[in-house]
């Protein structure tokens, strides 16, 4: 199966220009199947959403918030969120660290870029420096705490793209230097 059909999300039932009844096929000048109104003949792509995020860092410590909603309800994770329309990923993560922590922070280089095309998702998270170690979490947040790496709760965080940049920020900061680390999440 080749890698761009894996998710079919076929989200559109009908036309948003004209309302006429939607359906999936190859447009004449296109190479896969895309929502097509039957009306109008409006083509419509369905595209990956962005997440966007933050390692906080204090001294030693990484910044966690437990998640307050689901998925993953109670879990550990790194403050992300969905990227809005009319912001930067470096602003959208930036928003995502004071809603859910309640940060006060300085943005720095992006450390992961993590495609998770299961659910239709590129996850992108950036350093940070922690300017307070107090924190104002916001109503997705059930608690923001620091961690040393030895104390990181493993096996409670919410999502395998939060495991994996960790860990590429604590192997990065062992060696040195930080780099930019892109890869595909099964």
């Given at each position: ?27 004449a000048d ?7 109104c039957?009306?109008c ?20 410590r990484?910044?966690?918030c ?11 994770t ?47 998270y ?8 107090v ?30 940049t960790l ?20």
């Amino acid at each position: 199966m080749a890698p761009h059909s894996m998710l079919i999300p076929r989200s559109f039932k009908h036309c948003k220009a004209c309302g006429a009844e939607v359906r999936y096929s190859v447009p004449a000048d296109d190479n896969r199947e895309r929502a097509t109104c039957t009306a109008c003949h409006t083509v419509f792509y369905e595209n990956p959403l962005n997440v966007v995020g933050t390692v906080p860092v204090w001294g030693e410590r990484v910044l966690l918030c437990r998640r307050n909603i689901e998925p993953r309800f109670g879990f550990w994770t790194l403050p992300a969120g969905f990227m809005e329309l009319g912001e930067t990923v470096a602003q959208g993560a930036a928003r995502e660290t004071v809603e859910e922590a309640g940060a006060q922070f300085e943005l720095e280089g992006l450390l992961s870029v993590l495609s998770v095309m299961r659910v239709g998702q590129v996850h992108l998270y950036f350093r940070a420096r922690l300017l307070s170690d107090v924190f104002a979490p916001g109503p997705e947040t059930i608690e923001a705490r620091l961690f040393s790496e030895d104390e990181i709760p493993w096996d409670d965080l919410a999502f395998r793209t939060v495991r994996d940049t960790l860990r590429y920020f604590f192997a990065d900061r062992r060696a040195g230097q930080f780099g930019v680390h892109c890869a595909d999440i099964a």
